[in-house]
């Protein structure tokens, strides 16, 4: 028998506004579209909800999915990823961007994140720098500068 899982708004306990899980994009809602923070409640798959650290999750830089590479031998752009850092006990999650998340907020991150770089020890993500402003900018608000 197939139970459909039911969907849950809830408060972003960073900046308690009221979140609808139900944004374009997204299957588990697992962040503030208006401050990107998280909670953390994820452990092996995304949407388990196994986790019982619970700590906040920053938003601490960006990256990009890995897409693979095309017919002739160019990697492809693949779309921007949040990088999160758990607060309570420092591990590192990625979470796709949703629909509804604020455009300005993300570039904020991405700024901060070149201002003061995170570092992140042990994993293969790639960190966006200076050099992927335009794509970002591109991929956010549909222009290149």
């Keep these: 028998m197939y139970i459909m899982q039911q969907k849950i708004n809830f408060k972003c306990v960073h900046c308690g506004k009221n979140v609808s ?3 374009i994009g997204t299957k588990n809602r697992n962040h503030c579209p208006y ?3 998280s909670k ?3 452990r092996d798959v995304s949407g388990d909800r196994r986790e019982t650290c619970h700590g906040l999750m920053k938003p601490v ?3 990009f999915k890995e897409e693979g590479i095309d017919k002739y031998g160019k990697k492809k752009q693949g779309e ?3 990088i999160h850092l758990c607060e309570k006990c420092g591990d590192i999650s990625i979470n796709r961007i949703a629909g509804d998340d604020d455009n300005d907020m993300i570039l ?3 700024n901060n994140s070149i201002k003061k770089p995170v570092e992140i020890t042990g994993s ?3 960190l966006l720098s200076q050099k992927d402003e335009k794509e970002i900018i591109a991929q956010l608000f549909g ?3």
């Design 61 to 63: 830089s960006l990256t």
């Design 35 to 37: 401050c990107l923070y």
């Design 124 to 126: 293969s993500i790639n």
């Design 40 to 42: 953390h409640v994820d």
């Design 108 to 110: 904020e991150v991405f």
């Design 80 to 82: 921007i990823i949040l």
């Design 21 to 23: 899980v139900g944004a």
């Design 143 to 145: 222009k290149k500068n």
